[in-house]
C-alpha cells in the first residue's frame, strides 16, 4: 500500500522514480491527470487563506502554464504520449497497458 501511495505522487513529487522503471525493466502504466497547478494544495489554500500563493503554474504575465510532462518521461527512457481529448484516453490508456503485458513485466 505504501508503494502504491508513492507511485501516485511520483512523478509530480520526484520524477526519479521514472528512472528507476527504466533502470529496473518495471513495467508501470502512469496517469497524470495535469490541471496546471498542485489542484488540491491550491484548493485548500484558497478556501483557508483566500490566495493560490505558489500552487498554481503561471508565467510572470499571469498566464497559465504547465510542465509537458510526457516530454518530462521521454527525457528520462519512458514511452510516453499526451492526450487532448477524453475520446483519446481510452485508447491510449489501452496500448499502455497491452504495452506492458507484452513485456512480460506487467
Known amino acids: 500500500k505504501e508503494y502504491r ?8 513529487d520526484s520524477p526519479t522514480c521514472l ?7 518495471i513495467a508501470c502504466t502512469w496517469v497524470v491527470m495535469n490541471n496546471a497547478a498542485f ?12 490566495t493560490k500563493f505558489g500552487t498554481v503554474f503561471q508565467t510572470p504575465d499571469g498566464q497559465s502554464y504547465s510542465p509537458r510532462w510526457a ?6 527512457g519512458v514511452e ?10 481510452k485508447p491510449a490508456l ?3 497497458m497491452a504495452a506492458n ?3 512480460g513485466r506487467g
Open 39 to 50: 489542484g488540491t494544495i491550491a484548493g485548500l489554500e484558497n478556501a483557508n487563506y483566500q
Open 71 to 76: 516530454d518530462v518521461a521521454k527525457a528520462y
Open 19 to 25: 528512472a528507476t522503471a527504466v533502470e529496473q525493466g
Open 80 to 89: 510516453a504520449v499526451c492526450v487532448q481529448s477524453a475520446a483519446e484516453f
Open 5 to 12: 501511495r508513492q507511485r501516485q505522487m511520483c512523478i509530480r
Open 101 to 103: 503485458r507484452g513485456s
Open 94 to 96: 489501452e496500448a499502455a
